[in-house]
Each structure stands twice: as structure tokens, then as C-alpha cells.
């Protein structure tokens, strides 16, 4: 068995979960609604104030989707209760990130700015000029729109100049060896 497909999902107060017949689970709680469809192989059942996962048999997909259905769902509840964040560094000289209204601009070295708009739940904090943190309730959603500002200038591994994540280590590289 899955260890992780085996594992109970706590449903906290506060939190409706909603399971259809073709395998549509909806998430309302104090931060918004999320709504997936998982595959038909696996049964979603709500015990009180648990949800499992089982799978119908130990075939070689259907394992996979056991661990990778309770994750998302797990994932669905911690997103409409306490929702996700991911944090961004900008480092370079003249390198910033700047909030204006519901838009981040970013200006990373190019002859023009970049504007990136806030949309499906997702928002940005900018508490400095070289940290972007990217707010949302769907793990999903905000994954995405952090890799979309890091692909904007990823860092090199020269100088490290870039976009990183906050936990992400860059490997550097020496550079030309002088005389």
C-alpha cells in the first residue's frame, strides 16, 4: 500500500467538502473554493471528519494515482484554510520589483519594464525592492506564477544575478582565471 495514499485527510472546521459521483471533489473554506476532478480508478469517500483515498487494486497506475489523489487533496484543504506562499530574491545591481495597483513591474536589466498582472487568486506582496512574495490559495496556481518571475531572469552562475527562489541554492562558477 501507498504510505502516503493511506493517510487520512483531516478536514478542520470551517472547511465543506463536496464529493460528486464522477469523482469532482469541491474545497469551500475561509480563504475561497477549490474544485478538481480526480481520475475514476479511485474512491474519494468522507468518513466524519477524515477523507480517504483506497484504490481498487495494486496495479502499477493505479498506485501512482493513489499517493498522487491524496496529495492533491490534502493540498486542496491546506490552500482554502491557511493558503500557500512563495518568496523571491532579486539580486543585481538595478535589478527591483515594484507594486503598482493590482500589476507587478519588474525591471531586470532589459531596455523595457515587465508588468505581470494579478490573476486567478493570485497575489503579490513586494515588501522590498528584491523580495516578491506570490500569495494564493491553490499550491498549483502559485508554483506557476513564481516560475513565470523566475523565468523573467534566471539567475547565472557567474555572479548569481537573477531571480531565485528564497531557499534556492545557486551554484557558482569560477569565471576566467587570470595570469
Same mark, same amino acid.
Given at each position: 500500500?501507498?504510505?502516503?495514499?493511506?493517510?487520512?485527510?483531516?478536514?478542520?472546521?470551517?472547511?465543506?467538502?463536496?464529493?460528486?459521483?464522477?469523482?469532482?471533489?469541491?474545497?469551500?473554506?475561509?480563504?475561497?473554493?477549490?474544485?478538481?476532478?480526480?481520475?475514476?480508478?479511485?474512491?474519494?469517500?468522507?468518513?466524519?471528519?477524515?477523507?480517504?483515498?483506497?484504490?481498487?487494486?495494486?496495479?502499477?497506475?493505479?498506485?501512482?494515482?493513489?499517493?498522487?489523489?491524496?496529495?492533491?487533496?490534502?493540498?486542496?484543504?491546506?490552500?482554502?484554510? =491557511?493558503? /500557500?506562499?512563495?518568496?523571491?530574491?532579486?539580486?543585481?545591481?538595478?535589478?527591483?520589483?515594484? *507594486?503598482? %495597483? $493590482?500589476?507587478? #513591474?519588474?525591471?531586470?536589466?532589459?531596455?523595457?519594464?515587465?508588468?505581470?498582472?494579478?490573476?486567478?487568486?493570485?497575489?503579490?506582496?513586494?515588501?522590498?525592492?528584491?523580495?516578491?512574495?506570490?500569495?494564493?490559495?491553490?499550491?498549483?496556481?502559485?508554483?506557476?506564477?513564481?516560475?513565470?518571475?523566475?523565468?523573467?531572469?534566471?539567475? =547565472?552562475? /557567474?555572479?548569481?544575478?537573477?531571480?531565485?527562489?528564497?531557499?534556492?541554492?545557486?551554484?557558482? *562558477?569560477? %569565471? $576566467?582565471?587570470? #595570469?
Amino acid at each position: 500500500m501507498s504510505r502516503i495514499g493511506r493517510m487520512p485527510i483531516t478536514v478542520p472546521a470551517g472547511v465543506d467538502v463536496t464529493i460528486a459521483p464522477d469523482n469532482t471533489v469541491t474545497v469551500k473554506g475561509p480563504k475561497g473554493t477549490l474544485t478538481q476532478n480526480f481520475h475514476a480508478n479511485m474512491t474519494i469517500r468522507r468518513d466524519g471528519e477524515t477523507i480517504l483515498v483506497e484504490r481498487p487494486d495494486d496495479q502499477k497506475e493505479n498506485r501512482a494515482l493513489h499517493g498522487l489523489t491524496r496529495s492533491l487533496l490534502n493540498n486542496m484543504v491546506v490552500g482554502v484554510t =491557511e493558503g /500557500y506562499s512563495k518568496t523571491l530574491e532579486i539580486v543585481g545591481v538595478g535589478y527591483r520589483a515594484a *507594486k503598482e %495597483g $493590482k500589476s507587478l #513591474k519588474l525591471g531586470l536589466g532589459y531596455s523595457h519594464g515587465i508588468t505581470i498582472e494579478e490573476e486567478n487568486g493570485i497575489t503579490y506582496e513586494v515588501p522590498n525592492q528584491n523580495t516578491i512574495i506570490v500569495h494564493g490559495i491553490s499550491k498549483e496556481a502559485v508554483g506557476q506564477a513564481a516560475a513565470i518571475i523566475r523565468s523573467k531572469r534566471p539567475p =547565472e552562475p /557567474y555572479l548569481g544575478k537573477g531571480v531565485k527562489y528564497a531557499d534556492e541554492h545557486i551554484r557558482r *562558477k569560477a %569565471g $576566467k582565471a587570470g #595570469k
